[in-house]
T-cell receptor
Framework: QKEVEQDPGPLSVPEGAIVSLNCTYS??????FMWYRQYSRKGPELLMY????GNKEDGRFTAQVDKSSKYISLFIRDSQPSDSATYLC?????????????FGKGTHLIIQP | GAVVSQHPSWVICKSGTSVKIECRSL??????MFWYRQFPKQSLMLMAT?????????EQGVEKDKFLINHASLTLSTLTVTSAHPEDSSFYIC????????????FGPGTRLTVT
């Protein structure tokens, strides 16, 4: 079993839809949970990070963490074609960004105009 | 967010040669830099962690004599792939931490290495 599981997709939705992206993990030591966006042949760009369980909102993006279920989600409201990219979840232990990150495979998201 | 650059963005080399990849944090001092490798349709996999002035810490299964990492300053880390083979062909990405948000890690644009 991989440490972090993420459905690679592709996930195709119409413009304006609410998008739900998810990851599950097995390592209970993870405390920081990040979402990155990666365009083809580019480095990942940090979208949001969350510490422990709970929700965090930033504009159209909402991150949720449920440590009891080892399940994290990223919601995108009012999705735009420019949101089309690969979304990677990443996790780390108590050191947060000071530690190496464990990534999911990434979900390829396509927003249809 | 902070800016991290990598050079070169892509490189083709012959089997048996060595290739050096540079990673620079342009607008902050990175106390820690990380090197990842990403194969097509796979996750980014952490290869090693380097702290300025210290020896790098390698992940299990990564050959430290093959992937030489130097972190000589707070803004520059280098990865040298020695005696490259076709199976080393991959997308190598660095990231830098310890910047304005100590919990955050900023990624470079990546270097695509093709070994023929």
């Amino acid at each position: 079993q991989k440490e972090v599981e993420q459905d690679p997709g592709p996930l195709s939705v119409p413009e304006g839809a609410i998008v739900s992206l998810n990851c599950t993990y097995s390592n209970s030591a993870f405390q920081y949970f990040m979402w990155y966006r990666q365009y083809s042949r580019k480095g990942p760009e940090l979208l949001m990070y969350t510490y422990s369980s709970g929700n965090k909102e930033d504009g159209r993006f909402t991150a949720q963490v449920d440590k009891s279920s080892k399940y994290i989600s990223l919601f995108i409201r009012d999705s735009q074609p420019s949101d089309s990219a690969t979304y990677l979840c990443a996790m780390s232990g108590a050191g947060g960004g000071a530690d190496g990150l464990t990534f999911g495979k990434g979900t390829h998201l396509i927003i249809q105009p | 967010g902070a800016v991290v650059s990598q050079h070169p963005s892509w490189v083709i080399c012959k089997s048996g040669t060595s290739v050096k990849i540079e990673c620079r944090s342009l607008d902050f001092q990175a106390t820690t830099m990380f090197w990842y490798r990403q194969f097509p349709k796979q996750s980014l996999m952490l290869m090693a962690t380097s702290n300025e002035g210290s020896k790098a810490t390698y992940e299990q299964g990564v050959e430290k004599d093959k992937f030489l990492i130097n972190h000589a300053s707070l803004t520059l880390s280098t990865l040298t792939v020695t005696s490259a083979h076709p199976e080393d062909s991959s997308f190598y990405i660095c990231s830098a931490g310890g910047g304005q948000g100590a919990l955050e890690q900023y990624f470079g644009p990546g270097t695509r290495l093709t070994v023929t």
